[in-house]
């Protein structure tokens, strides 16, 4: 595969896995259809949730980070003022999301723009309480660690940094660091790129940080629990990882919607590195041609693959 491939691969990725699990969120575990009955259209006696929404349409997730890559794109930095600008722009007038409609906001995220929008600093928006750990900043993350072109500690201090807009706890800010590396990891086709994220992350804090001892405590204990479908941002990227074993990049989404509840999101976390993994072509063609709004992203993405060139 070429970097083109896997680039790609890694945003189309995202926005397919959140689009074929934005019918199922909500439902828990037990309410989600067999793997073979799990598809972009589900099966007609399944109470989707969304209603009014078409198949093929990506959520909050894929519109955030759409608003990443355009504010990377246009600054050729990490702004984080831009961010949250574009991050309004689309809540309040559905910037890059489909048909301009948008239908799921996370918690924590709709108060950060309440407060930034009411003429709070930006570095006040954000919950930094460890209640206040969702998943809405992992989920628009990909992007950064697509376009960055920086060493290990300017990647994971970005992706602190880009957390923080909106989700201020560490816990959530490593999250995305580690995911970030992941994802570098995946794109240099590393043997075991989570282990090989993991190692990188630990020689960047080393045992005494504040760092090591939040991805030790919370991130990455010696007794991992189960993989959960929930919202909370450990659950997701833990998850995710789970389900990247599973196979191939139609079988990693089908396993994230699996778990059940926060679907649209797992499947996102997890289908974006799936796609770096396997390449744009291993995307089902049933699900990638009945995306929408691609017109949203094909530019985006052409300017991201020119700037890797």
Same mark, same amino acid.
């Given at each position: 595969m070429t970097i083109t491939d896997k680039i790609a691969g890694g945003i189309w990725g995202l926005l397919v896995g959140d689009a074929v699990g934005v019918p199922y969120e909500f439902a828990p575990p037990q309410r989600i259809p067999a793997l073979s009955k799990i598809d972009i259209e589900?099966?007609?006696d399944f109470l989707r949730a969304h209603l009014g929404i078409?198949?093929?349409?990506?959520? #909050?997730?894929?519109?955030?980070?759409?608003?990443?890559?355009?504010?990377?794109? #246009?600054?050729?930095?990490l702004e984080p003022r831009?961010?949250?600008? &574009?991050?309004? &722009?689309?809540?309040?007038?559905?910037?890059?999301?489909? #048909?301009?409609?948008?239908?799921?906001?996370?918690?924590?995220? &709709?108060?950060?723009?309440?407060?930034?929008?009411?003429?709070?600093?930006?570095?006040?928006?954000?919950?930094?309480?460890?209640?206040?750990?969702?998943?809405g900043s992992l989920m628009r993350v990909l992007p950064l660690a697509l376009w960055h072109a920086g060493s290990d500690e300017e990647l994971v201090s970005d992706a602190l940094i880009q957390s923080r807009?909106?989700?201020?706890?560490?816990?959530?800010?490593?999250?995305?660091?580690?995911?970030?590396?992941?994802?570098?990891?995946?794109?240099?086709?590393?043997?075991?790129?989570?282990?090989?994220?993991?190692?990188?992350?630990?020689?960047?804090?080393?045992?005494?940080?504040a760092q090591r001892a939040e991805y030790e405590r919370s991130i990455h204990p010696?007794?991992?629990?189960?993989?959960?479908g929930s919202g909370y941002v450990v659950d997701t990227l833990l998850s995710s990882v789970w389900a990247l074993e599973a196979?191939?990049?139609?079988?990693?989404?089908?396993?994230?919607?699996?778990?059940?509840?926060?679907?649209d999101t797992t499947a996102c976390v997890a289908g974006g590195i799936a796609g770096i993994r396997d390449g744009v072509h291993a995307?089902?063609?049933?699900?990638?041609?009945?995306? &929408?709004?691609? #017109?949203?992203?094909?530019?985006?993405?052409?300017?991201l693959l020119q700037g890797r060139a």
């Open positions: 589900p099966p007609v078409p198949v093929g349409t990506w959520s #909050d997730d894929g519109s955030q980070a759409l608003c990443l890559l355009a504010s990377l794109l #246009d600054h050729g930095k831009d961010l949250m600008d &574009r991050i309004c &722009r689309w809540f309040r007038d559905g910037y890059l999301a489909v #048909d301009r409609n948008v239908f799921d906001v996370g918690l924590q995220t &709709r108060s950060s723009i309440g407060k930034f929008l009411a003429g709070k600093p930006l570095s006040d928006c954000a919950s930094n309480g460890e209640w206040s750990n969702g998943n807009v909106t989700h201020g706890h560490l816990r959530s800010g490593l999250c995305c660091s580690l995911y970030c590396l992941w994802a570098r990891c995946t794109l240099a086709e590393a043997a075991h790129p989570w282990n090989a994220a993991m190692d990188r992350f630990e020689a960047l804090f080393p045992q005494g940080t010696r007794e991992p629990d189960p993989p959960k196979g191939p990049y139609e079988s990693v989404i089908k396993a994230a919607i699996s778990l059940g509840q926060d679907t995307i089902p063609k049933r699900w990638l041609n009945r995306l &929408r709004g691609q #017109d949203l992203v094909a530019p985006l993405l052409a300017a």
